[in-house]
């Protein structure tokens, strides 16, 4: 740590009087540098690559973070953002070594607006204590990933993370009005706000998603939606996956758009089964899970439509969730489903896909067969009404052998999502996981032009190198190299 | 080539990229990008010198996976000719475009263009899920893709979208789309006091009813509107309207708890027109804040509870408006008989400032020819205006895209005055 020398790997330790600075900036309590602590932060949920930062700053206010940001400046460190490091794409993974900066102590509610249907919050407030604070007031903050209880709202707006309703609500892109941005050069950057429809540009259109390469957003306006008047909650139980896949592109294809249409396979229901014992039927090889919503004189309508296009479909059974608590106990076994995973294997990577709607069923044979043909179980449980599919591939992670074949099967899934006109990744983000991919969804063109966009935010490459674009940092940050460039970290 | 009006009409994308490619290693003319016409007034005017360069051949549907629920179309595609193409398979996109007839898509998702119905729908960024340009050196770009959900690499669409076609000719955009309403219902109040409205307003916010639209009219956008749709609209100094749409039972089941909701709160008479008696009122809803004869035209938004105050000081001071209630988006045109640039301001001044005290923001959208320079188009800058010019710099270094329209221009003024102070 207090060495100036560059490390043998060639990463740039962090001088000591940087940690001085900051030690002063923040107080002991908001740095940790210790090998041993450091640890924890090697790597997010993506686990395949590992790199631990030299250091971990803990913010409390914007100006920490712009002081941070400055001070990382004029030592040439690189610094990136973490929030509560639930990344599936290693979006936080500190390439290059640098500073790491967590803004999970940045978490209060700053205010709600029910009349004017917004709540502005700091970017380390869970997602999920959002929704607990809204309760009881007719309002919502709609996207709710799989993740929201540990998930950051600063990482949601980073990553533009979708969830099982955001099939009819929207992504948070959608539901995000205003940012306040520290800039990679430490000015403080506030863009959009309360009202909708400034003139200009969408800069929070653009910042959201962008993977924390455009900034640190210390403050976030988000958009509240109306709690729905009512909603049924529908269990399709069907004895083939391709039953279920048709049944789904049946109800979409009729225009019916319920709030969320999620598909679990057999695997998945086997180890949910054990985890929550919800009584699922061990033998159905596929249950979809559907909620309509809209207000009560409609939604029983709306239901029996889709029970009808299920059973068309060679549903076995569908039922209904009768009560409160099944609804809420369903709700927990789909979003609580890759805790269960633990059950069937030592390790897994979420993979995250997108085809046409259409193309689901052809995609979920691909990848029975791609599981068949390399030795690798997977197992599927997915925001089917999107399109966005995670088939979720076991192995081993002592293995090497394995690992080399879980990355073939995957490279191959997402490969034949681009061939169905698709994308490789549908809210889990590019990270450093899938750069590679990029040249094969987009032209030079493309690429260049999303890297000049970059130049605008980030000249220096400095802020979060080595992720999203698959080109080096920019002018000064050649130094920094990834560790383990992509898959060879696990070979 | 150029025809004899000085326009260019490509008839494909490549022969675009190519002619803009040579335009920049060649003669280097600025470039306006034009679709249906209906809203190059905005922002500061073209620079004359421009070469229009028009999407009007580029009107291909290039794709419509209707059971997938999106649509890919070329930049000239009409906006009407892509909503009855959609209403074949009984979908649409629910973005109210002014003038869609003549409209093209293109220059919608430019200007970021939207009416009553953002309310219940959002706006053209919601839709767009994959873009392609053209940069004004000729590169072809796109970003995005056709599936509903997609987060691989940064989200153009979203920094196209309103982008004033100053920072890359749009050529084609995918959009997701909605199933179409089978029925819909407007309701039409009057009201005496804003006071009241504001209320009314208030309980809205949390009725059973979830209306998709939510209109506040002065006088003279309700005079226009009445004559124009030619139903007797309730006669007032304020006139509300809320629409709803869905089923038909949804739609009665709506009508009947808001027209009681509207008569408890103050309003003494309720019209409602249902299904096919609503289409004009919808399109003259949309086409208004495009303001006719109008010397100056404003837009303000602010936050959606101040709509009214803002509402009541706009038509104290002469001007007619029309606000999108529940989004806090207002439109406002200037008397005809406003003579000059200094008068326009005298009106504009406190409204702008009233927006700014709202959290929001008041732009002028439209204004005589030569008025521009006394009034501040774009009202004072904003904290992210330096990062928007750095983002036109990188798309655009030499400034031949639309040069001197957009919000940039703005910054260049004002540092420019800063510097002759100095
Ligand atoms: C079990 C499980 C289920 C999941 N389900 C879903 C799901 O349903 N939908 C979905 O979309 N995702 C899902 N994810 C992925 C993940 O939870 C989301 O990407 C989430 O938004 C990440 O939030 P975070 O706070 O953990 O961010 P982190 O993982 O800490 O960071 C993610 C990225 O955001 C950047 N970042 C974080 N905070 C900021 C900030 N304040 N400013 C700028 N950049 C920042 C980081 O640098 C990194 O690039 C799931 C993950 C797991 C483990």
Not at chain 1, 42 to 47: P, T
Not at chain 2, 161 to 166: A, D, E, I, M
């Given at each position: 740590m207090a060495s100036t020398q560059p490390a043998p790997d060639g990463t740039v330790p962090v001088a000591t009087e940087l940690l001085i600075r900051f030690r002063r900036l923040l107080g002991d309590d908001g740095v940790l540098a210790a090998e041993d602590e450091l640890i924890v932060y090697?790597?997010?949920?993506?686990?395949v690559e590992k790199k631990a930062p030299d250091v971990v700053l803990f913010p409390t206010t914007t100006e920490q973070v712009s002081e941070i940001v400055r001070t990382c400046n004029e030592f040439d460190v690189p610094f990136v953002p973490r929030g509560a490091g639930t990344s599936l794409a290693g979006g936080c993974l500190p390439v290059g070594g640098g500073v790491m900066i967590s803004l999970t102590r940045m978490k209060s509610i700053l205010e709600v607006n029910l009349q004017d249907r917004y709540a502005v919050v700091q970017p380390g407030l869970v997602n999920l204590h959002l929704t607990r604070h809204l309760a009881g007031t007719g309002f919502h903050y709609a996207p709710d990933p799989s993740s929201q209880g540990a998930c950051t709202i600063g990482g949601n707006v980073a990553t533009n993370s979708g969830g099982p309703h955001t099939l009819k609500y929207g992504v948070t892109v959608n539901h995000v009005l205003g940012l306040e941005v520290v800039m990679p050069d430490g000015q403080v950057v506030e863009f959009g706000g309360v009202a909708e429809g400034l003139a200009g540009y969408d800069l929070v259109g653009l910042f959201v998603g962008s993977e924390g390469t455009f900034g640190i957003c210390t403050q976030v306006t988000v958009r509240l939606t109306r709690d729905p008047d009512a909603y049924r909650t529908l269990l399709g139980i069907f004895e083939t996956v391709g039953d279920a896949t048709q049944a789904i592109s049946q109800i979409i294809a009729a225009g019916i758009v319920p709030a969320a249409l999620e598909m679990m396979d057999q695997g998945i229901i086997e180890a949910v089964e054990a985890a929550y014992g919800f009584g699922f039927p061990l033998d159905a090889a596929a249950v979809v899970l559907i909620e309509v919503d809209g207000l009560e004189v409609a939604v029983d309508d709306e239901a029996e439509r889709i029970i009808r296009l299920c059973q068309e479909q060679g549903a076995r059974e569908v039922r209904r969730a009768e009560t409160e608590q099944q609804r809420a106990l369903l709700w927990k076994c789909r979003k609580q489903a890759f805790g269960a995973i633990g059950r069937l294997s030592p390790s897994y990577c979420t993979q995250d896909g997108v085809v046409p709607r259409t193309k689901l069923p052809e995609i979920l044979e691909f990848i029975t067969d791609a599981g068949e043909r390399h030795g690798v179980r997977i197992v599927n449980v997915f925001h089917a009404g999107d399109g966005n599919i995670h088939p979720i591939l076991l192995f081993d992670e002592r293995d090497e052998e394995q690992i080399a074949r879980v990355f073939r099967a995957s490279d191959e899934i997402l490969g034949k999502c681009i061939d169905l006109g698709g994308s490789v990744t549908g809210e889990h983000g590019i990270g450093v996981e899938k750069l590679e991919f990029m040249e094969r969804l987009f032209t030079e063109d493309d690429l260049d032009v999303m890297a000049s966009v970059r130049m605008a935010f980030n000249p220096r490459g400095s802020c979060s190198p080595g992720k999203m674009l698959p080109t080096a940092g920019a002018c000064g940050m050649e130094h920094i190299e990834r560790s383990h460039p992509g898959k060879q970290a696990a070979s | 080539m150029p025809d004899n009006t000085g326009e260019m009409v490509p008839a494909t994308i490549p022969e675009l990229g190519r002619w803009l490619a040579a335009n920049a290693k060649g003669d280097r003319r600025p470039v306006l990008p034009v679709g249906g016409r209906t809203s190059l007034g905005f922002g500061m005017p073209a620079d004359p010198a421009s070469v229009e360069v028009a999407t009007s051949r580029l009107d291909r549907v290039v794709d419509y996976p209707a059971r997938d629920m999106t649509v890919t179309v070329e930049a000239g595609c009409r906006v009407s000719a892509i909503q009855e193409a959609l209403k074949m398979e009984g979908q649409r996109l629910p973005v109210d475009v002014p003038l869609a007839h003549r409209a093209t898509i293109g220059g919608a998702v430019a200007s970021d263009a939207g009416g009553p119905r953002r309310f219940g729908f959002g706006t053209l960024r919601d839709y767009v899920i994959g873009i392609r340009c053209a940069t004004v050196d000729g590169r072809l770009f796109k970003a995005g893709g056709r599936v509903v959900k997609n987060v691989a690499g940064y989200d153009l669409c979203k920094l196209m979208?309103?982008?004033?076609?100053?920072l890359a000719f749009v050529t084609e955009v995918t959009l997701k789309l909605k199933p179409l309403p089978t029925s819909s219902a407007m309701g039409w109040a009057c009201f005496d006091s804003g006071d009241t409205v504001s209320d009314l307003l208030g309980d809205l916010s949390t009725s059973r009813a979830r209306p998709v639209a939510i209109e506040l009219l002065g006088p003279k956008a309700a005079r226009q509107l009445t004559a124009e749709s030619r139903q007797a609209l309730p006669v007032g100094p304020l006139l509300l309207g809320v629409a709803v749409e869905g089923n038909p039972v949804e739609v009665e089941w709506q009508v009947d708890v808001l027209d009681r909701e509207l008569r408890a709160g103050g309003a003494t008479d309720v019209t409602w027109a249902r299904d096919a008696d609503t289409k004009k009122l919808w399109s003259s809803l949309t086409d208004?804040?495009?303001?006719?004869?109008?010397?100056v035209s404003i837009r303000a938004c602010l936050r959606p509870s101040r709509t009214v105050d803002f509402v009541v000081a706009a038509i104290d001071a002469g001007v007619a408006v029309q606000a999108h209630a529940g989004n806090g988006v207002i439109h406002g045109h200037l008397p005809d008989?406003?003579?000059?640039a200094t008068t326009a301001e005298e009106i504009i001044g406190p409204l702008r400032e009233l927006a700014a005290k709202s959290g929001g923001q008041l732009v002028v959208e439209r204004c005589e020819s030569g008025w521009h320079d006394a009034l501040s188009i774009w009202g004072p800058p904003r904290g992210d205006w330096p990062l928007m010019t750095s983002v036109k710099r990188q798309f655009d270094p030499d400034g031949?895209?639309?040069?001197?329209?957009?919000i940039e221009a703005a910054m260049q003024q004002l540092s420019d005055d800063g510097m002759d102070q100095q």
């Open positions: 090697e790597c997010d949920g993506y686990v | 979208v309103g982008s004033g076609g100053s208004y804040q495009l303001g006719g004869e109008s010397p008989d406003t003579i000059d031949l895209l639309s040069p001197g329209r957009g």
